[in-house]
């Protein structure tokens, strides 16, 4: 087998195995021509009242809820279902199921956080921070051992050319050495904002109780050494044992993007919930004036 | 406000009431948190046909919206809210938000929906 027919193998092989469920297969009842009918053009905008307005925003929201609800966080949890069901079957037994008696009771924090912004929620990944995080440290220190291996290479032909030259080889050792220090320096602090800014994103997600539970302390950005004493996340799929089938990480990618779909259909359903009592509010206030009238 | 927007940063974690399954699959997504806190011990319940009363799901409905000040987002399956439809129905407070997901045996019914049953009361239906 030649290196050129791996890959098309593999994408024959991803093919095949490949047995989640694509929103082709479902009937699309809102088409995007269909969309197009309820365009209202932008200079009318103003003729309409209020209550006009929130309708016609009520319902395009009511739209886009539907549709996400309907399509794309269903087929999510329908793949990411059928995935997991595929990897039970893959195991062989009927007692080894991948469910309740596999769960981690040990004491450990959620991968995933939420933050409220501006009224809607946002998805925070710790997982991805971390990985994100360990890969710049190792970049850093890789970065860091180069530097160093450099400065030693300069010092030490400093040295040899000091031997045979004036005072000025002593000032370029200096400046050499102050320069590799303040960059050194430099990337250190470039690090801890790094640090800073990926803490802020994780520490929404690190509650008090749970430092006190794992036993960590408040974040020291002073020494580097801190890093070990930050609460680690594991990803969950560990949980189910070291050679999981790779049919569960499948079904773990479709449930995470259920997860992060259903962020969203919460935010819209929180927003028509709220144009549904402001639109109710003007509608009495509607019936008070005409009655009074 | 600033109280309630420090109120709202603490509410970081999603909570689940559903089936086997869908439970598997909420904690593979990284939902799932453990404590040896009172009271907070963990953040989802596994629903077992048979095995799990509605008084318990009852109870852990209100430990995850009243009872714990640290849950944004409760997803429940909607074949186990209906088991408990006065307690959703009448949930009023904004947070923590509840979310109806599907489950595997029991697939998404809009006519349960509760955000559309408000719009379509909205509108006179």
């Given amino acids: 087998m030649t290196t050129d027919q791996e890959p098309q193998l593999q994408k024959i092989v991803s093919a095949l195995e490949d047995i989640s469920i694509k929103s082709n297969d479902q009937q699309k009842e809102i088409t995007n021509s269909d969309a197009a009918i309820i365009e209202i053009p932008h200079d009318i905008d103003s003729e309409f009242s209020e209550i006009d307005a929130k309708t016609i925003e009520l319902v395009e929201l009511v739209a886009k809820y539907e549709q996400l609800v309907n399509d794309d966080n269903r087929l999510n949890f329908i793949n990411g279902f059928l995935n997991l069901s595929r990897a039970n079957y893959n195991t062989g037994t009927i007692s080894k199921r991948f469910g309740a008696d596999f769960y981690d009771l040990r004491p450990h924090t959620a991968c995933v956080s939420l933050q409220y912004k501006k009224d809607t929620f946002e998805l925070v990944d710790l997982l991805e921070f971390q990985r994100a995080k360990t890969a710049s440290e190792k970049a850093l220190k890789k970065a860091k051992d180069d530097k160093k291996a450099i400065t030693e290479e300069k010092e030490y032909r400093d040295e040899d050319s000091k031997e045979s030259e004036s005072e000025t080889t002593f000032d370029e050792k200096y400046h050499l050495t102050k320069d590799s220090k303040s960059t050194a320096l430099k990337s250190n602090g470039g690090h801890e904002d790094n640090q800073v800014l990926k803490k802020r994103g994780g520490n929404n997600a690190i509650n008090s109780s749970e430092k006190k539970s794992s036993g960590t302390k408040e974040i020291d950005l002073e020494s580097e050494k801190q890093t070990e004493k930050e609460i680690k996340v594991r990803d969950p799929i560990y949980q189910f044992g070291a050679l999981a089938p790779y049919q569960l990480k499948q079904a773990q990618n479709y449930f995470s993007s259920a997860l992060k779909e259903s962020v969203r259909v919460v935010n819209i359903q929180n927003r028509i919930s709220k144009l549904v009592n402001e639109i109710e509010i003007l509608q009495k206030e509607n019936i008070s004036s005409t009655a009074q009238v | ?125």
């Fill in chain 2, 1 to 125: 406000m600033s109280s309630a927007n420090e109120a709202m940063a603490k509410r970081s974690l999603l909570a689940a009431i559903a089936d086997e399954d869908s439970v598997t699959g909420l904690l593979l997504a990284g939902v799932g948190q453990v404590s040896n806190e009172v009271g907070k011990e963990t953040n989802f319940l596994t629903v077992i046909p048979g095995k799990t009363t509605v008084e318990q799901v009852e109870e852990a409905f209100d430990t995850f919206t009243s009872g714990r000040d640290d849950i944004a987002i409760l997803l429940i399956n909607q074949h186990i809210a209906d088991l408990i439809r006065f307690k959703v129905d009448s949930y009023t407070n904004a947070f923590p938000a509840i979310l109806e997901i599907p489950s595997k045996d029991h697939p998404y019914d809009p006519e349960k929906d509760s955000i559309l049953k408000k719009v379509r009361r909205l509108f006179g239906e």
